[in-house]
Each structure stands twice: as structure tokens, then as C-alpha cells.
């Protein structure tokens, strides 16, 4: 009795292996299907897929961590946006289990800015403070603004400056012009009633 109890448990689990396995295949994408080995066995295909996926976060979390330590601001857009997307990243890194402190994150945007950003950077390192991902975000906001009103400031004054150059450079044209008809006018002046009286014949 107790062998034939055993095997009809076995009949049972070998049945229930079968259907178990036969509705994980059916499941999973072909992708990732076709990447695991070849078993006969629920458990065992459960392990194999375990395993792969393991893999594949150890991939995604090197390749999202070179793409966040390769991000640099250009200075176009809006850098509330960029320091936003550091911010995704680095919540994606933690869920594949590497956690990134916001002191090293803020130090990570901040090696991102271009230079113009130079005395922003000087001047963060220089005082004791640390600063939130919000406070950074808040102070990048403001430093941005200032440095495109200088930009805008300077192109002005630029342009005045051209302006004026090309003024004085047209007055003295003119006082060019009128010196030349001036002395034109004299020459015709002081001419000889002979040679006048030539050229009337």
C-alpha cells in the first residue's frame, strides 16, 4: 500500500510539474524563454529565470550608472528639467538596490555643469552648508536666470557699442565729403579768367 502510494504521489507531482511548467512557457516572452536553459522541472526553470533576471539587473544598473555619471548640462533648456532627470535616475539605481546619498547626487550635478557655472561651483565648495537636491535646484534656478540676463546685458552693450562706432565712423565721412567739396569749390575759385575763357571757346 505504501508503495502505491508513492506512486501515485509521484504520478501527481510529475502531472502537476508538467502543468506548472507547460503554464510558466506560456507565460513568459519568447525573449526571455529563449534564454533559459532547457529543464524538466518547475523549480528548476524558476531558478533559471531567478538567475537571468539577476543578470540582466546587474546590466541595467551598470548601464544606467555610466549614463548618470556621463550626463553634462549644456546650458540650453532648462536646468530645473536636467537635475530632475539626475534625480529619476539615480530613484532607478536605488530600486535596482544601489543608493546613491543626496550629498553625493548634489556633488554629481554640480561636476555636471558647464563652465560658466564656475563661480557657482567655487562657491558652494567654500561654505559649510550642504544642500538638499531641492535647495540645489532652487540655487541652479537662480544662477541660471542671472547668468542669461548678463549674457543678454552684454549683447546690448555690445551692440551700442557697434552703433556708436559706426555713427562716428559715418560723421567723419561726412566731414570727409564736405572738406573735399569744399576745397573743389576753392580750386574753382581761384582759377584763371584765361583758362575760363579757353574752355568757354
Given at each position: 500500500?505504501?508503495?502505491d502510494m508513492n506512486v501515485k504521489n509521484f504520478e501527481q507531482w510529475e502531472r502537476s510539474n508538467r502543468m506548472s511548467l507547460m503554464i510558466m512557457k506560456h507565460s513568459i516572452p519568447e525573449t526571455i524563454k529563449g534564454a533559459v536553459p532547457k529543464v524538466d522541472n518547475a523549480k528548476a526553470f524558476l531558478d533559471?529565470?531567478?538567475?537571468?533576471?539577476?543578470?540582466?539587473e546587474k546590466a541595467e544598473t551598470s548601464t544606467m550608472l555610466n549614463n548618470l555619471l556621463a550626463m553634462r548640462y549644456k546650458g540650453k533648456g532648462n536646468i530645473r528639467e536636467y537635475i530632475i532627470e539626475m534625480s529619476n535616475l539615480a530613484s532607478k539605481l536605488k530600486a535596482l538596490k544601489l543608493e546613491l546619498s543626496d550629498d553625493l547626487l548634489v556633488q554629481l550635478v554640480l561636476l555636471s555643469l558647464p563652465p560658466q557655472f564656475s563661480q557657482f561651483k567655487v562657491s558652494y565648495n567654500t561654505q559649510k552648508e550642504k544642500w538638499t537636491l531641492n535647495k540645489l535646484i532652487s540655487q541652479c534656478v537662480q544662477e541660471e536666470d542671472t547668468l542669461k540676463r548678463d549674457k543678454t546685458e552684454s549683447a546690448h552693450l555690445a551692440t551700442t557699442s557697434q552703433d556708436k562706432k559706426i555713427k562716428k565712423l559715418r560723421i567723419k565721412e561726412l566731414h570727409l565729403e564736405l572738406h573735399i567739396l569744399k576745397c573743389n569749390r576753392n580750386k574753382m575759385r581761384i582759377q584763371p579768367v584765361s583758362s575760363a575763357r579757353r574752355q568757354d571757346m
Amino acid at each position: 500500500e505504501s508503495s502505491d502510494m508513492n506512486v501515485k504521489n509521484f504520478e501527481q507531482w510529475e502531472r502537476s510539474n508538467r502543468m506548472s511548467l507547460m503554464i510558466m512557457k506560456h507565460s513568459i516572452p519568447e525573449t526571455i524563454k529563449g534564454a533559459v536553459p532547457k529543464v524538466d522541472n518547475a523549480k528548476a526553470f524558476l531558478d533559471a529565470i531567478a538567475k537571468r533576471f539577476q543578470k540582466n539587473e546587474k546590466a541595467e544598473t551598470s548601464t544606467m550608472l555610466n549614463n548618470l555619471l556621463a550626463m553634462r548640462y549644456k546650458g540650453k533648456g532648462n536646468i530645473r528639467e536636467y537635475i530632475i532627470e539626475m534625480s529619476n535616475l539615480a530613484s532607478k539605481l536605488k530600486a535596482l538596490k544601489l543608493e546613491l546619498s543626496d550629498d553625493l547626487l548634489v556633488q554629481l550635478v554640480l561636476l555636471s555643469l558647464p563652465p560658466q557655472f564656475s563661480q557657482f561651483k567655487v562657491s558652494y565648495n567654500t561654505q559649510k552648508e550642504k544642500w538638499t537636491l531641492n535647495k540645489l535646484i532652487s540655487q541652479c534656478v537662480q544662477e541660471e536666470d542671472t547668468l542669461k540676463r548678463d549674457k543678454t546685458e552684454s549683447a546690448h552693450l555690445a551692440t551700442t557699442s557697434q552703433d556708436k562706432k559706426i555713427k562716428k565712423l559715418r560723421i567723419k565721412e561726412l566731414h570727409l565729403e564736405l572738406h573735399i567739396l569744399k576745397c573743389n569749390r576753392n580750386k574753382m575759385r581761384i582759377q584763371p579768367v584765361s583758362s575760363a575763357r579757353r574752355q568757354d571757346m
